[in-house]
């Protein structure tokens, strides 16, 4: 069973680049049975797909922040990770790592627990 | 980008009710509509997958319908731990869109 692990800093100037690490375990990144996903939700709000990378090195970014974003993959630590550059208080949420093995049919069914982000100076 | 709308966006109900949700799609995705549950705090757990089918593990209370552009999720009992807030989700094209969320609370 998949596990996953987001880690990185809580706080982030307006501006700066958010930086995040999603950690696999009981998967490899370097697998072709996932999709890896990055995920969002600003407090007391929805849920926005960020964007995936696939081991093939497929990416895929919503285009609404395709500009600022930028996943990817380091099979070496089994892991992922997003950088969102110039980022602003509506780029505050809790950030979800994700990951479905099928693009098509897409359904989530491995999430890690969350990390916020709270972007203020 | 496809629009993922619920209704309705809140509801109250009681234990052991039978309550529904919709979710309409602004195009037709087919069947590639999921279900999440979100409690507080919590990342959101699969329900439902590809309109129909029960994510393993999850109760057969919860149960999905529909293809196109209108889908169901149907509770058939409700019990006091299924109160929460629920999520479509269509992955029939990029960017993978979510509903508003139906946030279901305690009569």
């Known amino acids: 069973q998949v596990q996953l692990q987001e880690s990185g800093p809580g706080l982030v100037k307006p501006s700066e680049t958010l930086s995040l690490t999603c950690t696999v375990s009981g998967g490899s990144v370097s697998s072709g049975n996932y999709y890896w996903s990055w995920i969002r939700q600003p407090p007391g709000k929805g849920l926005e797909w960020i964007g995936y990378?696939?081991?093939?090195?497929?990416?895929n970014y919503n285009p609404s922040l395709k500009s600022r974003v930028t996943i990817s993959v380091d099979t070496s630590k089994n892991q992922f990770s997003l950088k969102l550059s110039s980022v602003t208080a509506a780029d505050t949420a809790v950030y979800y790592c994700a990951t479905t093995h099928d693009i098509l049919t897409g359904y989530y069914d491995y999430w890690g627990q969350g990390t916020l982000v709270t972007v203020s100076s | 980008d496809i629009q993922m709308t619920q209704s309705p966006s809140s509801l109250s109900a009681s234990v052991g009710d039978r309550v529904t949700i919709t979710c309409r799609a602004s195009q037709s995705i087919s069947s590639y509509l999921n279900w999440y549950q979100q409690k507080p705090g919590k990342a959101p757990k699969l329900l439902i997958y590809v309109a129909s089918s029960l994510q393993s593990g999850v109760p057969s209370s919860f149960s999905g319908s529909g293809s196109g552009t209108d889908f169901t999720l149907t509770i058939s009992s409700l019990q006091p731990e299924d109160f929460a807030t629920y999520y479509c989700?269509?992955?029939?094209?990029?960017?993978?869109?979510f509903g508003q969320g139906t946030r279901l609370e305690i009569k």
């Open positions: 990378i696939y081991y093939s090195g497929s990416i």
């Open positions: 989700q269509q992955s029939y094209s990029t960017p993978i869109t």
